[in-house]
C-alpha cells in the first residue's frame, strides 16, 4: 500500500507560478511511477504529466509542456509539479497517482492522493 497526500494549491493569477508536492507513505515509493491528472467541474480526469520510478523519463500533455515540470525526490518520498505561465483554463483538482505500469492513462494506475485546488483567475 502507498498512501499519498497532494499539497501546494490555491489561488492564483493568470500568469503566475504554483508547485504541487506529491508526498508519499508505505511501501518504497521508488518502485513507482508517478503521474499528475487533473479534473475541472463537469469533466473527465486528464492526464498531466508523469515521471519514471528512477525520475529519467518524464511526459506531458500538450496543453501543459513547455509550462509544467515534473520531478521527484525519491530520498524525500516526494513528486513534485512545478506550474508557471498559469491559465484559468488549468482550473482544477489535481491528484497524483503512483503505480507500476501507469503511464498516461488513469485506469493504470493504483494509488491516489485526494487531491489539491488549483484555481487561476483571469
Known amino acids: 500500500q502507498v498512501q499519498l497526500v497532494e499539497s501546494g494549491g490555491g489561488l492564483v493569477q493568470a500568469g503566475g507560478s504554483l508547485r504541487l508536492s506529491c508526498a508519499a507513505s508505505g511501501r518504497t515509493f521508488s518502485e513507482y511511477n508517478v503521474g499528475w491528472f487533473r479534473q475541472a467541474p463537469g469533466k473527465e480526469r486528464d492526464f498531466v504529466a508523469v515521471?519514471?520510478?528512477?525520475?529519467?523519463?518524464?511526459d506531458y500533455a500538450d496543453s501543459v509542456k513547455g509550462r509544467f515540470t515534473i520531478s521527484r525526490d525519491n530520498a524525500k518520498n516526494t513528486v513534485y509539479l512545478q506550474m508557471t505561465g498559469l491559465k484559468p483554463e488549468d482550473t482544477a483538482v489535481y491528484y497524483c497517482?503512483?503505480?507500476?505500469?501507469?503511464?498516461?492513462?488513469?485506469?493504470?494506475?493504483?494509488?491516489w492522493g485526494q487531491g489539491t485546488q488549483v484555481t487561476v483567475s483571469s
Open positions: 515521471i519514471s520510478r528512477s525520475g529519467s523519463t518524464t
Open positions: 497517482a503512483a503505480g507500476n505500469v501507469g503511464w498516461t492513462r488513469p485506469t493504470r494506475f493504483d494509488y
